[in-house]
């Protein structure tokens, strides 16, 4: 199973931007998807996470200003950033837990990351 991240980039505060991270390879079945991210001499820390159920969970940092959201067919999640402060400046890191067959439990698995900077 791969997870292949993207849509970072440079924007000015006040601006928005949207990641997807996309998996692929033997998948049976995706529960939790969920956003880190890890700024420099930081450690790194829970953004945002959905589960399949539908339960959403955000950092208070990103209260009302992040949104995540998951599209099954495609075996992808999305964040979308409104709002952006230089703080927000960080590699962002998706992960999933998958299930490969039925019947087996599921396995962690991470993004390579994506780099976003808040900076005018």
């Known amino acids: 199973v791969q997870l292949q991240a993207s849509g970072g980039g440079l924007v000015q505060p006040g601006g928005s931007l949207t990641l997807s991270c996309a998996a692929s390879?033997?998948?049976?079945?995706?529960?939790?998807m969920a956003w880190y991210r890890q700024a420099p001499g930081k450690q790194r820390e829970l953004v945002a996470q959905?589960?399949?159920?539908?339960?959403?969970s955000y950092a208070d940092s990103v209260k009302g200003r992040f949104t995540i959201s998951r599209d099954n067919a495609k075996n992808t999640v999305y964040l979308r950033m409104n709002s952006l402060k230089p703080e927000d400046t960080a590699a962002y890191y998706c992960?999933?837990?998958?299930?490969?067959?039925?019947?087996?439990?599921?396995?962690?698995?991470w993004g390579q990351g994506t780099q976003v900077t808040v900076s005018s």
């Open positions: 992960q999933m837990f998958v299930s490969s067959e039925l019947g087996l439990g599921f396995k962690s698995y």
């Open positions: 390879g033997s998948i049976f079945s995706i529960n939790a």
């Open positions: 959905i589960f399949r159920s539908g339960i959403i």
